[in-house]
């Protein structure tokens, strides 16, 4: 069984940065691609970026330029890093990784940008 947890999530103020982590655990033997994913309160969960083993990167329009994802893969992880955060960017993030030949999901953290 594994397990994906997310941290790094909160306040922040428009134009400010924050900076996502998630850790996977569990017996791992390979993991493929990693990515991020949020919802907002009354809308569908979306694609945020996502990242191969191999390091390509894939993103969202709304957050291109702005976002950074990576990983770790010695530690298992994945991060986001936030810049330039705007109020519409406010919502639950998730972690989402192929893990073993199947996906898992993270139980999302907060993030929350006022104007």
């Known amino acids: 069984q594994v397990q994906l947890v997310e941290s790094g999530g909160g306040l922040v103020q428009a134009g400010g940065s924050l900076r996502l982590s998630c850790a996977a655990s569990g017996s791992i033997f390979s993991i493929n691609v990693m990515g991020w994913y949020r919802q907002a309160p009354g809308k569908q969960r979306e694609l945020v970026a996502t990242?191969?083993?191999?390091?390509?990167?894939n993103y969202a329009d709304s957050v291109k330029g702005r976002f950074t994802i990576s990983r770790d893969n010695a530690k298992n992880t994945v991060y986001l890093q936030m810049n330039s955060l705007k109020p519409e960017d406010t919502a639950v993030y998730y972690c989402?990784?192929?893990?073993?030949?199947?996906?898992?999901w993270g139980q999302g953290t907060q993030v929350t940008v006022s104007s």
């Open positions: 989402r990784a192929d893990i073993n030949g199947a996906w898992a």
């Open positions: 990242i191969t083993s191999g390091g390509r990167t």
